[in-house]
């Protein structure tokens, strides 16, 4: 099957929220950079529907996520408008397969950024910094797949919320995380557990965009990555990330 008509599989499963067989029973033998052909074709559909990219998120940038999904290399997804939800609102979750959240540190993109960059130059290039609650949702049949797989899904992106906007200088190497299901604590974790130091994630995002010919742009909103392990979102859920020093975050599952 060729990479347009895998982009299409995709791109139709994210927008309709149906479950489509792994790309990889089809073809065993799709790479990585197969994978990255594909998300970059099934993003360009969107953006031919009217959507515009906001920016890019990272992913398995945490033990945690690592061991959840069973693989071991960093990845990345592009965020589109139409993925950003209100802080303190809702989304329905007939729109989507396995939603699951997650709690992240974003960056605010002021000056641009590509190739590779150290930790110093990184930051010199963030206007800001928010706590972000990312929503992921792997469009795979019970939740299985592999890391093309993952890659070809625009890395299991579908939606993200972000909290006020603090000063770039705001420390964020290890501000402790609790993430709460409707008042309960479901995940602690640590901004730490971001590749050490969530700066390293953006270093990453730097590197990996110039691969494809991108960079990051001033406004480009950058997802670090999950800090702790995705809790799985059912009708109903309130979930609320609380990041020490930067605030919260919250949004509501409905239908």
Known sequence: MSMEKFAAIVDEAARTGNAIPQLTVESPDLSVEDAYSIQALSIARRLARGEHRVGVKMGLTSRAKM????????IWGRLTNTMRLEEGGSFSRAKYVHPRAEPEIAFLIGKPL???????????????????????DSRYENFKFTLPDVVADNSSSSGFVLGNWAPKDTPIDNLG???????RTVQVGSTAAILGHP???LVQAARLVARWGEILA????VLAGGATAAHAMTPGMHVRAVFQDLGSVSIRCVD
């Open 67 to 74: 061991i959840q999904v069973g693989v071991d290399e960093v």
């Open 114 to 136: 590509s190739g590779e960059v150290s930790p110093l130059e990184a930051l010199a290039a963030v206007e800001a910094v928010a706590p972000a609650i990312e929503l992921i």
């Open 177 to 183: 995380i609790l993430l709460e299901a409707d008042g």
């Open 199 to 201: 700066v390293r994630s």
């Open 218 to 221: 001033p406004g480009d909103i």
